[in-house]
T-cell receptor, first 112, second 116 residues
Framework: DAKTTQPTSMDCAEGRAANLPCNHSTISGNEYVYWYRQIHSQGPQYIIHGLKNNETNEMASLIITEDRKSSTLILPHATLRDTAVYYCIVGLTGAGSYQLTFGKGTKLSVIP | GAVVSQHPSWVICKSGTSVKIECRSLDFQATTMFWYRQFPKQSLMLMATSNEGSKATYEQGVEKDKFLINHASLTLSTLTVTSAHPEDSSFYIC????????????FGSGTRLTVV
């Protein structure tokens, strides 16, 4: 699976949009981009995934560059409950067919 | 959505004793369950994969005789830390792979193990 690079930490003011970048320059054509987050002392939570089109769900939006070498997770109106470590992972899709290899992720702190 | 129930959420045990952690898939069948360990301020590290009806597979460096994994049914996987030592103190998390048509892994809420 392709490797990802994320900033170690970011701050965001409550109510503002949080934009979390991820570089995945070695991503292959059939690999998806997945985002998970882990709130302190809890298990990780799936957020969103995408292949090449931008995606949006009730939690977040995912913007993938045209060359697919990077992506940005957007939390449109960050709340204090969004404070967590966010992980960007690339892999193939399908039940169990992509391995979850967690990097260090980005620690997002939402500030009142 | 899919829910994985993990118990206990925290446990304190004495050195040399064994601790069992359970993960149950509540509304679906999980033929596979992944077990992770997370030390403070570090990322999740995959320890092993349990498979219903067959032996678990362990990642390199994980002692299979120390971390006993059993996948007794399609809804229950257990991890037993045997002869626990303080260095086994960690956050243990289970995860079920995406169901057909889905894309997200479902994680348990984690178990904080402290060995004294």
């Amino acid at each position: 699976d392709a490797k990802t690079t994320q900033p170690t930490s970011m701050d965001c003011a409550e109510g503002r949009a949080a934009n979390l970048p991820c570089n995945h320059s070695t991503i292959s054509g059939n690999e998806y981009v997945y985002w998970y987050r882990q709130i302190h002392s809890q298990g990780p939570q799936y957020i969103i995934h995408g292949l090449k089109n931008n995606e949006t769900n009730e939690m977040a939006s995912l913007i993938i560059t045209e060359d697919r070498k990077s992506s940005t997770l957007i939390l449109p109106h960050a709340t204090l409950r969004d404070t967590a470590v966010y992980y960007c992972i690339v892999g193939l899709t399908g039940a169990g067919s992509y391995q979850l290899t967690f990097g260090k992720g980005t620690k997002l702190s939402v500030i009142p | 959505g899919a829910v994985v129930s993990q118990h206990p959420s925290w446990v304190i045990c004495k050195s040399g004793t064994s601790v069992k952690i359970e993960c149950r898939s509540l509304d679906f069948q999980a033929t596979t369950m992944f077990w992770y360990r997370q030390f403070p301020k570090q990322s999740l590290m995959l320890m092993a994969t349990s498979n219903e009806g067959s032996k678990a597979t362990y990642e390199q460096g994980v002692e299979k005789d120390k971390f006993l994994i059993n996948h007794a049914s399609l809804t229950l996987s257990t991890l037993t830390v045997t002869s626990a030592h303080p260095e086994d103190s960690s956050f243990y998390i289970c995860s079920a792979p995406p169901r057909q048509g889905a894309h997200g892994y479902t994680f348990g809420s984690g178990t904080r193990l402290t060995v004294v």
